[in-house]
């Protein structure tokens, strides 16, 4: 009560900035905690795919060409990709859903192809210095193998997306799952 009689204009004053701290804090807030770090690839790309058998460097490879489309939601925290990739033989349709952890600080990557409506193992991770590694569990050829998914040369028109998988804990990868996306310009 002595401070409102000493600065009657300081009490409200504070609370407005409080109040607008408050409501600015959030956006600032995931830009450093990570949240936006996929904000980059909202939006239309043209995807190249190449794609291989995993854990078999022997495997021949198959080039796909199509695009995906990234939607956001969650205010913006989280985002699906929908991916749509074909060639002569076959295609592949799939949808990504990345969804991001606050506590943790970091992605999860969700995959599911539309051809058997199963959602694969997430893997984990967040972006630094403008690079993404994600780490995770899957299954190859009946067992239980690592998988890492990395994205790279990121930039606001192109970025370079790679899966490699790991049958001796990490000690090698190999990649079986390689794209290339470009921006659709408007």
């Known amino acids: 009560m002595a401070l409102r009689k000493l600065c009657p204009g300081v009490l409200p004053a504070l609370a407005l900035a409080f109040i607008l701290g408050l409501l600015v804090a959030p956006a600032s807030l995931a830009q ?12 239309a790309w043209r995807t190249h795919v190449r794609v291989r058998a995993p854990l078999s460097e022997e495997a021949a490879w198959t080039e ?13 925290r989280d985002n699906l990709v929908e991916l749509r990739v074909s060639n002569n033989e076959g295609r592949i349709e799939g949808a990504s859903l990345r969804l991001f952890n606050p506590q943790t600080r970091q992605w999860s990557l969700n995959f599911a192809s ?14 630094e210095g403008g690079r993404g590694v994600f780490y995770g569990q899957d299954e190859a050829d009946g067992r239980v193998v690592l998988v890492r998914f990395v994205i790279s040369d990121v930039t606001s028109s192109s ?23 470009t921006r659709v310009e408007d």
């Open 64 to 76: 796909f060409e199509g695009g995906s489309v990234v939607h956001a939601f969650a205010e913006g």
């Open 32 to 43: 450093e905690n990570g949240a936006r770090d996929f904000d980059w690839e909202l939006g």
């Open 159 to 181: 970025a370079r997306f790679v899966q490699s998988y790991s049958a001796d804990g990490g000690a090698t990868w190999i990649d079986n799952w390689i794209a290339v996306d």
């Open 114 to 127: 539309m051809r058997d409506g199963v959602l694969t193992a997430p893997v984990y991770g967040a972006f």
